[in-house]
């Protein structure tokens, strides 16, 4: 049997016992229903399936591959952080963008993100790199693909993660108002083409890595205060970058 054979078309009962099986807030669920029932979603998830059993350094965890998704409900999103996918060194991916587990190091990139995040509001970067806090108040940390093979990085684009998360950028800009989207880099910028700009400010600049950041063009981007002075213009509460200790 080949891996992507094209299934017969689902029934009702079909899609919801496969939204069932899906753990993510009630909001999320349903407004992505329809492309988590997608031919696109079974192909990937045959994909994922057979990686995780065959190799045991695939990035991050099953268990937090939609973190980001779980850690941001639809309803709380103010700020949109894309990324392309997850860290592929061992135990960094965290399912949220440029940010790692407490324990582990700070990749040069979030170096550079806390960098310009110090400059530009006057916060100390913590000692550590985790975004959770970030998250929790509205900050979807959401990768272009949301898995990777240990040290392969792209390893697993074109298996149907960039449908996915195109479909959770749309959903957003439908449904929300006044969001920031925060896009580091030509691909992330290329991925959010199609966002109103209407009801949405797009914040770009190049990537924080150190190759494109030492280049110009990101340190004095100053997203951090433009993101929250934004949102205060529409009523709602800033975030509070500081990350805890």
């Known amino acids: 049997m080949e891996l992507f054979d094209v299934q017969p078309t689902k029934t009702a009962a079909q899609k919801q016992a496969i939204l069932d099986n899906v753990r993510l807030p009630e909001d999320w669920k349903q407004a992505l229903a329809e492309e988590l029932t997608s031919d696109n979603m079974d192909s990937l998830r045959a994909f994922l399936k057979e990686a995780y059993q065959l190799d045991n350094s695939i990035y991050p965890p099953a268990p937090l591959m939609f973190n980001a998704l779980n850690l941001t409900p639809l309803s709380q999103v103010k700020v949109v952080i894309l990324g392309q996918d997850?860290?592929?060194g061992p135990g960094q991916a965290m399912g949220l963008s440029f940010s790692v587990p407490k324990a582990i190091p700070k990749p040069p990139s979030l170096n550079n993100v806390l960098k310009e995040m110090a400059s530009d509001i006057g916060i100390t970067p913590s000692k550590h790199g985790d975004l959770t806090y970030w998250a929790q108040q509205g900050v979807l940390l959401?990768?272009?693909?949301l898995t990777v093979r240990e040290g392969e990085p792209n390893s697993h684009q074109n298996k149907g993660w960039e449908q996915f998360t195109d479909v959770?950028?749309?959903v957003i800009n439908e449904q929300t108002e006044h969001t920031v989207f925060i896009l580091w880099g030509s691909k992330a910028q290329k991925k959010g083409k199609y966002?109103?700009?209407d009801k949405h400010l797009i914040l770009t600049a190049v990537h924080p890595s150190p190759l494109a950041a030492n280049r110009g063009g990101f340190f004095g981007s100053k997203p951090?205060?433009?993101t929250n002075d934004y949102l205060v213009q529409y009523g709602q509460t800033p975030i509070d970058w500081q990350l805890p200790q």
């Open 86 to 88: 997850p860290y592929h």
């Open 195 to 197: 966002i109103n700009t």
């Open 142 to 145: 959401l990768n272009s693909s």
């Open 224 to 226: 951090f205060s433009k």
């Open 168 to 170: 959770v950028i749309d």
